[in-house]
């Protein structure tokens, strides 16, 4: 069985740094893992990518320069380094990857930006 269990999330005010982290479980491949948010009313929206051996990683241009993400492929953990944080970021940041033909979704960890 597939897990996948974000944590780090909270309330900080704009301008401000927050971490977020994701734990991976359930599978032995290295695979590429992804952050998706999505704030309230909106949809889904893709923030990063990184891929299993951390060669390549994405951003969408939303993010891009503020956010750095990186991972620790012994621990299969993901982490989202949030800095200079924008009230339109506040959402919820969900872990995600992809597996012999299935989406596998955490249960998101909330971050709210304001003041």
């Known amino acids: 069985q597939v897990y996948l269990v974000e944590s780090g999330g909270g309330l900080v005010q704009p301008g401000g740094s927050l971490s977020v982290s994701c734990v991976a479980s359930?599978?032995?491949?290295?695979?590429?893992m992804n952050w998706y948010r999505q704030a309230v009313g909106k949809e889904r929206e893709f923030v990063a990518a990184?891929?299993?051996?951390?060669?390549?990683?994405n951003y969408a241009d939303s993010v891009k320069g503020r956010f750095t993400l990186s991972r620790d492929s012994a621990e299969n953990t993901m982490y989202l380094q949030m800095n200079n944080l924008k009230p339109e970021d506040t959402a919820t940041y969900y872990c995600?990857?992809?597996?012999?033909?299935?989406?596998?979704w955490g249960k998101g960890t909330l971050v709210t930006v304001s003041s």
């Open positions: 990184i891929s299993g051996t951390s060669s390549k990683i």
């Open positions: 995600h990857i992809h597996l012999d033909g299935t989406d596998y």
């Open positions: 359930g599978f032995r491949t290295t695979l590429a």
